[in-house]
């Protein structure tokens, strides 16, 4: 979601563990490993665990424990933003972090659509389409990334976004306050996100094909 931005020029990704370097202030000098955006990111990681077990807890009796799960939830969506705000703003992006983003992401969204489907709230069928897409396309990325960089799509950053909104709106109970209408916005727009994901799925893998053959350079921020 707060990916950060990298180039057909940029050599492959072979990550460095300096922490060596700027940590918050802007910069044209090489930023630490250890800066703050990284920082954030792997703070989004360990997030992610304690989430998806708070949410298991509850069992879906949606108790005080399914919000708070649900806020942790939120909270690390937006520290998503936040570390790729600072990344970008401040300058500095490190091969690390270009590594460390997309996975802290897949982590989150996949671990909450397994644990959703584990409590029988979201079809199996959903939660694997959309994490053989995610991590499909991730793989895929890092595997051509020192040959070719796809440019992200709007329909790809969108796609990210409606994910965020369906799972959270899938995490907070808010049909046992509002009343079962709640429930038709929700799927309404996991309908969206899954669909969206689909496409901006084979809209990539047809963008790589064109990209491979014309081997042009390309700059892009990576969104997908």
């Known amino acids: 979601m707060g990916e950060q931005p990298v180039s ?4 492959p990704v072979v990550p460095s563990f300096s922490m060596r370097g700027r940590v918050f202030r802007r910069g044209d ?3 630490s490993n250890g800066n703050i ?3 954030i990111t792997v703070v989004r990681i360990f ?3 304690v989430f998806i077990w708070l949410l298991l807890l509850d069992n879906g009796e949606m108790g005080p424990i399914r919000y708070i799960a649900a806020a942790l939830f939120i909270i ?16 500095l992006i490190t091969n690390v972090g270009i590594i460390l983003d997309p996975i ?3 982590v989150l969204t996949g671990g909450a659509l397994v644990a959703l489907s584990i409590l029988g709230e979201l079809p199996w069928w959903i939660t694997i389409l959309i994490l053989v897409r995610e991590f499909g396309i991730t793989i895929y990325r890092f595997a051509v990334l020192s040959k070719v960089v796809v440019p992200a799509s709007r329909g790809g950053k969108l796609k990210t976004v409606l994910q965020a909104v369906a799972i959270a709106l899938f995490l907070v109970p808010l049909f046992t306050v509002l009343g079962s209408w709640v429930l038709w916005l929700n799927w309404s727009v996991m309908a969206i996100a ?3 994901t689909v496409y901006t799925g084979i ?3 047809w963008l790589a094909w064109r990209h491979t053959r014309a081997s042009k350079p390309v700059t892009t921020t990576p969104g997908v």
């Open 8 to 11: 057909e020029s940029t050599p």
């Open 29 to 31: 000098t090489p930023a």
């Open 37 to 39: 955006a990284n920082i």
């Open 47 to 49: 997030m992610a665990p």
């Open 76 to 91: 690390a969506i937006v520290t998503d933003a936040v570390d790729g705000h600072l990344a970008r703003g401040r300058n």
């Open 104 to 106: 802290a992401d897949k």
């Open 194 to 196: 899954v669909v969206l």
């Open 203 to 205: 809209e990539y893998l």
